[in-house]
């Protein structure tokens, strides 16, 4: 059996640990396909926020509870470049953390493509599911927002750390996407996969930007494999993050069955075969899906297994 | 009054305490020319090392026990780099150096030449005196060495750290050196100055490099002022560093008289007017060049303006 992981960082990280233990059970393959668009070049370093959630996840250095970067992290030389009134100093990168990026920015600078890099990296954390970078190229999430009275598009990263979501903004860009390529693999993975899951991720600026890469909408849509998507809202509110404040810009509710909507069902063009939900969302419609609800906090590692078997139940 | 130090990196650097204090006492500016032969690029980094050197020990940063780096350091970058296996594992790179790092890396890559970005760092370090990079341009020292059954050129950092100097050696080469210029300003201090010392850095790999910046030589041999070296050997060995091993590999005796010889006096075309040696080397003699002895080891900062007291008496 092979199952394929749309996801963003670290909602879909820790349901990637659930998706990764049924398929030890049941002898499965696992391919994620992460999120690029939160990418960015911070002091000279490529960050891939979500592939890092991802690999520290599932590699066992994530931090558990700041939910993002490394555990045992320290900040020397965050407070380093402060001293140095270096910017930007709205984001940190962790002393740990920055060593991934010298790695990575180091790779990529002698010509290893994303996805090449990131194996390279995954051999250190074995992280136990095929790692693929939605695409090797440039793909930018970008916020249109009115900001120092003028209408100006600013890095995902800036709108989200720096701003925290709370700007008046009009639209996300995918800066590069109307040429970026799938990475090698990814629609080889789908096209060959018995099933496509949709992570609990943020529909908005996790996975839309995935899907943005061309080419990749209609794999998923019109390929072979059966396709559930797992609810990133329970009862009106995101689990974790910002979709609440993403779904707005788009003027799309924030519920289970706005977003089920947003993404809409296969046979009116849209991706989805199944929907799975909250138990406090039980008796959502999403016209042409079908729709299941059952428990969706991932408390640990047993319930998020249970999550992954009821959505492949769907299938 | 306006002195000129031609400087490596931690003896250098020291020497430039007690230059710095008597400049203090007397009202004097002082420009150090650093050398960059040693500089090189770990991980995607450009460093600087005797740079950094000078800039840390002269603002306050300096390690005083190792002798290089930044007191408080910690290794947590490198630990991590060498868990990826990242190459080279041989250079050690702490946490607080590593913020310098990126923010000249940066700096560089977004155009800023060297001597600009050193002045920019400097801001956060108030030296004190004005750091001036020899060349904006690449000049690498490399080591013409007997390895893995041929005969190879290595970077200087390899030979000195990696290899420590435990390999049989040929010659020394300046990569770079004949199409490299003078930093903006060096020359102009060079041609300005009341006097020029040469630190009691290491001849061959510190301060040959900056002489051969093409016009350096020249500017400093020809120049209007006198020219004052402080000899790095006392008593036949090196105070620092592997300064002997260097010395063996131009075949010049590792003494007082050979380093001072090495120079040579400005009448027979060299560049010394006064060599200060140690009071172990008293009665040392190279022709045509005015020669004292003094206590030359840099126990504290009054024995260091001591020091330069002395080689100011030589002009």
């Known amino acids: 059996m092979r199952i394929v ?16 233990a049924y398929a030890r059970e049941v002898g499965a393959e696992v391919t994620a396909v992460v999120n690029v668009g939160d990418d960015l070049l911070l002091h000279g370093l490529k960050v891939c926020p979500d592939l890092d959630s991802v690999m520290y996840t599932l590699g066992g250095g994530a931090d558990p509870e700041r939910g993002w970067g490394r555990v045992g992290e320290s900040w020397t030389v965050k407070q380093e470049l402060a001293a140095y009134g270096a910017e930007p100093s709205w984001f940190g990168l962790g002393d740990k953390d920055i060593a991934t990026h010298l790695v990575r920015t180091t790779m990529l600078n002698a010509g290893y493509p994303l996805h090449a890099v990131t ?19 440039r793909l930018e999430t970008h916020a249109v927002v009115d900001l120092d009275g003028g209408q100006r598009a600013i890095h995902f990263q800036e709108w989200w750390v720096r ?3 709370a700007v008046p903004t009009h639209r996300f860009v995918f800066v590069g996407a109307e040429t970026a390529k799938p990475a090698p693999g990814v629609a080889e993975a789908i096209a060959g996969a018995d099933v496509v ?12 930007p995935i899907l943005a890469v061309p080419g990749l909408r209609a794999a998923v849509a019109d390929g072979p494999a059966p396709v559930v998507g797992v609810s990133p809202i ?6 974790r993050g910002m979709a609440d404040r993403c779904l707005e810009v788009l003027g799309v509710e924030c519920s289970a069955a706005g977003v089920g909507r947003l993404y809409g069902g296969r046979p009116a063009g849209g991706l989805l075969d199944g929907w799975l939900v ?38």
């Open 5 to 20: 992981v749309l996801t963003g960082g670290i909602g879909g990280a820790r349901f990637l640990l659930g998706v990764r």
């Open 119 to 137: 194996e390279a990296l995954a051999t250190r954390w074995q992280p136990g599911v095929r790692l693929l970078p939605a695409t090797d190229d």
């Open 163 to 165: 701003h925290r979501a």
């Open 197 to 208: 899951l949709i992570a609990p991720s943020n529909p908005v600026v996790s996975i839309a």
């Open 234 to 239: 329970i009862g009106g509110a995101p689990v």
């Open 278 to 315: 909250a138990e406090e969302d039980a008796g959502t419609v999403v016209p042409e899906v079908t729709v299941r609800a059952a428990p969706l906090r991932m408390t640990d590692e047993a319930a998020t297994v249970a999550m992954v078997r009821a959505a492949l139940e769907l299938t």
